[in-house]
T-cell receptor, first 115, second 112 residues
């Protein structure tokens, strides 16, 4: 079964450093998302992306965050200057393939630790 | 602001028993989702409920949606240990595709 893949699975960084989290969505999907989950808390929407532009973003997704689809397969989340409170599990998701318009498929996540 | 509330947040049950997890949400929504998450793992889609009265079943799990009451239930029948996980409901509030508002999750522990 097709799946969303994310790399790396774990990322440790120093506060103030830039990080890029990478995702390969399911190949025929059209909508892409980033969510995050702080340890023990609920999953929170960050941003949705369609047709090479941001469709919607949450309050969490401030100027320190950006997304990009640099080629036909990758979808990245960049955090320009990480803060301690950015430590979380970041999930990429995709949807909008044939017959799967409503269902979001999540990747296995990148655990980001900001020290 | 759309709020999604699940209860209970923690549920310990014995194998073979039945139980229901409730998900209330505060405004109208087109879609309601149930996800399962094992510790340290990603979110596995269980059900997508698209209309009032929708009922879907998969194995020992059955989900239903009452849009008038703004309530969804996830019913567990004859629980087994393998069902131990955290279950999230999520509501698509009608913004752009895929902006889901998640509940806090129900951590289910099924004991032999």
């Amino acid at each position: 079964e097709p799946e969303v893949t994310q790399t790396p699975s774990h990322q440790v960084t120093q506060m103030g450093q830039e990080v890029i989290l990478r995702c390969v969505p399911i190949s025929n999907h059209l909508y892409f998302y980033w969510y995050r989950q702080i340890l023990g808390q609920k999953v929170e929407f960050l941003v949705s992306f369609y047709n090479n532009e941001i469709s919607e973003k949450s309050e969490i997704f401030d100027d320190q965050f950006s997304v990009e689809r640099p080629d036909g397969s990758n979808f990245t989340l960049k955090i320009r200057s990480t803060k301690l409170e950015d430590s979380a599990m970041y999930f990429c998701a995709s949807s909008g393939g044939q017959g799967a318009h409503e269902k979001l498929f999540f990747g296995s996540g990148t655990q980001l630790s900001v020290l | 602001e759309l709020k999604v509330e699940q209860n209970p947040l923690f549920l310990s049950m014995q194998e073979g028993k039945n139980y229901t997890i409730y998900c209330n949400y505060s405004t109208t929504s087109d879609r309601l989702y149930w996800y399962r998450q094992d510790p340290g793992k990603s979110l596995e889609s269980l059900f997508v409920l698209l209309s009032n009265g929708a009922v879907k079943q998969e194995g020992r799990l059955m989900a239903s949606l009452d849009t008038k009451a703004r309530l969804s239930t996830l019913h567990i029948t004859a629980a087994v240990h393998d069902l131990s996980a955290t279950y999230f409901c999520a509501v698509d509030y009608g913004g752009s595709q895929g902006n889901l508002i998640f509940g806090k999750g129900t951590k289910l522990s099924v004991k032999p």
